[in-house]
Every structure is written in C-alpha cells, then in structure tokens.
C-alpha cells in the first residue's frame, strides 16, 4: 500500500525502510494468494471425490432399487408378470434383505468416508447383545501417556470406559506326527513298540476332528465338498472333493448304529409326524434323472427327536400307511 504524500521520506536510510517494507507485504501478499489458490484446488478434488461417491451411492440406489421392484413383482404381481409360478421361500426372501442391508450401509460408509465423520450427529449407544459365558474374554489395557511434568506424580484411579469387539479365530490346519519308537533290550530277543492309536480311516490321512469339520459343513451347514475342496485350497491344502466324499462315506458307515438308535427311540414315541418331499437324482448309467423321495420323522414334542431318511433307505411303517412307492425308492 502506497502511503500519503505527507508520509513519504525525507532520508535515504527511511526510503531504504519503505522499500524493505513494501517488499515484505507483497510477499506476505504472494503467499496468501497461493494458499487460496491450493485451498481452491483441494476444494475442487474434494467436489469430484464427492461427486464419484455420490454417483456410485445413485448406482447402487438403483441396483438395490431393481431387486426390491422384482421381490414386489414376484410376491404381488399378476401371473404373468411373475418371474416363477411359485413364491419364494423364506430363505430367499431373507437373502434379498441381506443384500439390501449391505448395500445401505455400504453407502452410508461411502458418504462417511467422503463427507467426513464430524459432520454426522452421534447418535445415542444402543444396548449390545451379551454373548455366553463360554467364550474366552482376552482383555487389553491402553493405558495413556505421562503427561509432561506428572513423570514422578502418583496416578490414581477414577473410572474406565470399557469396549466389547466380537473376534474370531479362523480354522488353521496342522499336521499330526505320531511318533512310536521301537526299542530292543539287552540280552532280550524281541522289539518292544507301542500299538498304534485306533483311528476311525485305518492308515487314512484325517483326523476324526478333520472329518467332523467336514461333515458339519457339507450337512449341517449345507456347504458342498467342491466349495470346500476351494476354501481348503486357499490355505494350501489339497484335499480332492472325491477323497472327502469316500471319507463320508466311511463317516455314514460308522454312525449308523446311532441312526439305528435314533429310529428307535423315535419309533417309541406315542405320537410321531412324517413329511415326504420328492425330489430329482440321477439314475445310474441313464445320465437321466428320477423322481426320489426323502422323509423326515420326529416324536412328539415332550421328547423331540427327528430323523431323515433318503430314497436309499425304505420309510419305515408304523400302520399309517402301505403306499411308499418303494419300486423307486431303491
């Protein structure tokens, strides 16, 4: 800023210190632009950040809009309009929600992330579901830093704000190396070594812990031996889905006394409920397919106890009935 006339001055040493100090302000000036400058374009990268964030949120909306509008037509809509002559099951209906809620809140994490977490209102702690007792409790402390000139004071304690995180260990495969030394003594003829410990496949590769994981998982859990030859493939281990299948085998072999068991108890029930439900196999050598059945038994409800058959085992007769359809049941 250029000062009045009456303010210029009069001696060399003044005009020296005029001219220093216009340098000084131009350069404070300078620096100030280029700051507004580098907000500006910080701003505009901020703007085509939120721009994409939002443009893959309306993606998202329509996708997530598209199932909801095809769940409608397939409950409510005409006949025609129909995707399938018969409703979906409640498993069906359950995983279309699911999707819905992962697609919302990966949205709500997207706009989070972009717009920043400050501007959201903090909503109030919802009360945590308590998990059992059986899980293992591992406690972690984080204890604060010493503030600068409290090294020698005596900390006391006031209260403690506490966190629960649910944690999970994944399933680690590990080889089982039975050693059984052989020893021979003095003066002695013979080989002292002690017997090999029973397993349930004789000089077989798994453990009865390894069988049961997969058994579970096909059965219990519906997980297919192919889908579990790929997920024990990602640790490294190769386990062909045919081997895991001869395993079963042997597994369905060893716990048929506790079938047997089981259909006893069942047939000892005052009251017993049958559900028959077709369903297609394939019919060996033809590579066609026929119609097989499968049957499901349980007691009544003061000692509940259900068991499922195949159409590789005959129903069994309680006085109910004499048509099974046995000719397609082998």
């Known amino acids: 800023m250029t000062p009045p006339v009456a303010e210029l001055p009069t001696t060399l040493a003044d005009a020296h210190a005029l001219i220093l100090a216009l340098a000084a302000e131009r350069q404070a000036i300078e620096a100030e632009n280029s700051h507004i400058v580098s907000e500006i374009a910080t701003l505009t990268a901020a703007n085509a950040d939120l721009a994409a ?20 037509r397939t409950l409510y809509g005409t006949r025609s309009e129909r995707l399938r002559s018969d409703k979906p099951s409640d498993e069906q209906i359950a995983f ?11 949205i709500e994490a997207e706009l989070a992330k972009a717009g920043g977490k400050d501007d959201k209102p903090q909503r109030a702690p919802r009360p945590r579901k308590e998990f059992g007792a059986h899980l293992e409790r591992v406690e972690i402390v984080v204890e604060p ?6 090294e020698r004071l005596e900390k006391v304690l006031i209260g403690e704000d506490v966190s629960k995180r649910l944690d ?11 050693r059984r ?35 579970v998982a096909k059965y219990a859990d519906g997980l297919p031996l192919y889908r579990q030859e790929a997920i024990y493939a990602r640790d490294g281990v190769d386990l062909d889905r045919s ?33 028959e439900t077709t369903l297609p196999t394939l019919a060996p050598g033809s590579g066609k397919t026929q119609k097989a059945w499968l049957w499901t038994y349980a007691r009544d409800y003061a000692h509940p106890v259900i068991m499922r ?15 099974f359809r046995l000719a397609n049941c082998a």
């Open 53 to 72: 964030v939002n443009q893959a949120a309306d993606a998202r909306i329509v996708e997530l809009t598209a199932i909801v509008k095809m769940l409608e």
């Open 168 to 178: 999970v260990t994944p399933a680690k495969f590990r080889l089982i190396v039975t």
């Open 309 to 323: 058959s195949s159409q590789e085992q005959e129903p069994i007769s309680m006085g109910f009935s004499d048509d």
């Open 145 to 150: 830093e010493v503030p600068p000139g409290c």
């Open 96 to 106: 279309v929600f699911d999707e819905i809620a992962t697609g919302v809140a990966a």
């Open 243 to 275: 081997l895991m299948a001869q395993w079963m085998g042997k597994v369905g072999f060893e716990l048929q006394p506790l079938a047997d068991y089981v259909l006893e108890k069942i047939k000892q029930g005052e009251r017993i409920f049958a559900d």
């Open 181 to 215: 030394p052989k020893y021979i003594y003095r003066n002695r003829d013979g080989v002292v070594q002690a017997p090999a410990p029973p397993h349930l496949i004789e000089s077989g590769l798994p453990t009865e812990a390894l069988l049961a994981q997969i058994a």
